[in-house]
């Protein structure tokens, strides 16, 4: 059997090896996948002791998105742009590589889930941490015309604003400087959502044209979402859509088979609740 795993500390209430599972019972693979806690100062050691024999392939997860990007002798152009690596594999040649389907999980949940219109669209990203990092660049290939990244602390937001070439359309700012005129899509990367809080926004970002999109999750609404909803935006979207598509990007690299993600974000939902 090819064995999987994630890889993160803390790991417990990891949904990944119920959402791999479930990807394995629906193509018929023959494969197992659990979720491994590993100590700070062993992480490298643990990826390669566990990609010798029959492990196959990895997710990684908080800490330690950053320690696989460097520790990757090969990266996908989205991992590279993201600073951050979540899924590896063994190539052909033996080398470790590194990918990231964080962006492109969101893209599809979007996109294909949620009829949400990305050509030309318009958007306000919320946060300029690791998470937000992983998504600009897919926004982009996706057809976004421009990206304003609002964060608490506006010289991340600038700083990330600034990996992209002027002409890309990524600016930066605090929430001050947001302005009071409607967006397409605006999405919630920070985790204030844990502390149950809101990131300062003006209502006038809504509209009913709006979709706004949470990349947290949980059982009740989050805050973000119950706000959105309050200002009457269009379409309101939590991210337990993009943590199940952005498993269902790793699966593909690793088996060469793409599973239907629907029912499998329908059972979570369930299971949630
Ligand atoms: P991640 O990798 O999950 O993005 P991170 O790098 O710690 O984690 O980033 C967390 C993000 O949430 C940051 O944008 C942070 O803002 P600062 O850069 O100003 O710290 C944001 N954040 C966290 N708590 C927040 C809160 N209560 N209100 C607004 N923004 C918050």
């Known amino acids: 059997t090819d064995r999987y795993a994630v890889f993160g500390n803390p790991i ?47 997710n990684i997860t908080v800490p330690f998105k950053e320690r696989a990007w460097a520790l990757a002798q090969w990266r996908s152009e989205r991992a590279e742009l993201a600073g951050a690596v979540n899924t590896l ?38 946060g300029a941490g690791g998470a937000v990092r992983g998504v600009l660049q897919p926004l982009l290939a996706a057809g976004a015309r421009s990206i304003l990244i609002a964060n608490r602390t506006s010289a991340r937001a600038e700083t990330l604003a600034q990996l992209f070439d002027s002409a890309a359309g990524v600016m930066g700012c605090g929430f001050d400087a947001i302005p009071a005129t409607a967006f ?43 706000w959105a909803q309050a200002q009457g935006a269009g379409r309101v979207m939590d991210g337990l859509g ?22 499998v974000i329908q059972a979570l939902r369930e299971s949630l609740t």
């Not at 080398?95 to 962006?103: E, M, S």
């Not at 943590?243 to 060469?256: K, N, P, S, T, Y």
């Open 89 to 126: 594999y063994r190539l052909e040649d033996g080398r470790l590589a590194g990918d990231n389907t964080d962006g492109v999980g969101l893209v599809r949940d979007l996109a294909d889930n949620n009829e949400v219109d990305l050509e030309g669209a318009r958007v306000l990203i919320l």
């Open 184 to 226: 397409d899509l605006i999405i919630n990367g920070t985790s204030a959502s844990l502390q149950g809080e809101l990131p300062p926004v003006p209502e006038a970002t809504v509209s009913a044209h709006t979709a706004c999109y949470d990349m947290m999750y949980g059982a009740e609404s989050t805050p973000f979402c119950r």
């Open 242 to 263: 993009m943590l199940v598509e952005q498993a269902a990007e790793a699966f593909l690299i690793w088996r060469g088979v793409r599973p239907d993600t629907a029912p």
């Open 12 to 58: 417990a209430h990891s949904k990944s090896p119920q959402i791999h599972a479930r990807f394995a019972h629906q193509t018929a693979q023959d494969l197992s996948y659990s979720a491994e806690r590993i100590n700070e100062d062993a992480f490298e050691a643990a990826v390669e002791d566990f990609l010798q024999g029959n492990g196959k392939g990895l």
